[in-house]
């Protein structure tokens, strides 16, 4: 965990990742933070498909905590892969042993790509410890159908929306809960149904006022024919300044 530390905090104020899409991020922040203005809709992944709002919240808290200072960002990004790096070495001692959980931490820790990508501010950051819950929380449900690992497993996939690299979490988890369902509480499973569906309200909303503009780049995406074309870029660019 020290040297996780070491690696991840050291000259983290001039180290960390500021990009364009870092500057448009807590320009969208601003909104919640100085003008208290809520948001319906979040970025934009490959394929056009918009996401929920549900990392401009979570910047807002921390913006709100680091007293409108960007690092608060970083810290955050660097202080969760150092998690991970407990995590890891805890849970791969549960699953299988010491020896291997320690070699696990430590490739981890050290490796130079995981360490620049704990020091990306926007959602990247948040697969390794994303993966690692989807596949503890899989593997407890296997032998227990606790609430709290459904639950668990319902906020992987409320956060796995904001990556597209990450949804593919949410199909191993429906997967399992669709073989293990026999196995499963139905009112268990609604509860982690209403989770996942609640942090779309705020997207549906935007739907209903912008005339279904992220159903319909679902359908464009699932299209032969793009027929949504760059004239929904130019729609949701301009309704960021209405999406409250």
């Known amino acids: 965990a020290i040297v996780s ?4 905090f050291y000259n983290l104020n001039n180290w960390f990742f500021f990009n364009v899409d870092e500057d448009w991020f807590l320009f969208i922040v601003r909104k919640l933070v100085v003008l208290k203005q809520p948001l319906l809709v979040g970025w934009e992944m490959p394929g056009g498909l918009l996401t929920t709002p549900v990392m401009y919240y ?3 808290i921390l913006l709100f905590i680091g007293s409108n200072n960007p690092i608060i960002l970083a810290v955050n990004a660097a202080a969760i892969s150092v998690v991970t790096t407990v995590l890891i070495y805890i849970l791969g001692k549960e699953l299988f042993s010491p020896r291997i959980a320690l070699f696990a931490s430590i490739i981890f820790c050290l490796s130079y790509l995981v360490n620049i990508y704990s020091r ?8 390794p410890l994303l993966s690692l819950i989807t596949y503890y929380t899989l593997y407890k449900m296997k032998a227990s159908s606790r609430l709290i690992w459904l639950i668990m497993l319902s906020f992987v996939f409320v956060f796995a929306t904001q990556e597209g690299s990450l949804i593919s979490l949410i199909a191993l988890g429906s997967f399992f809960i669709y073989l ?4 499963l509480n139905h009112k268990y499973l ?3 149904g209403t989770i996942f569906v609640l942090s779309f309200v ?33 729609a ?3 309704s960021l300044s209405t999406n409250f």
Request: no cysteine; net charge positive; aromatic share 12%.
């Open 5 to 8: 530390i070491a690696l991840r």
């Open 58 to 60: 979570v910047g807002a």
């Open 120 to 127: 990306v501010t926007l959602s990247l950051y948040l697969g």
């Open 180 to 183: 293990y369902r026999k196995h």
């Open 190 to 192: 609604l509860v982690v």
């Open 202 to 234: 705020p997207l549906m909303i935007f739907d209903l006022r912008h005339d279904f503009l992220a159903f319909r780049r679902v359908l464009g995406f699932f299209s032969v024919e793009k027929t949504l074309g760059n004239h929904t870029n130019t």
């Open 236 to 238: 949701i660019a301009s």
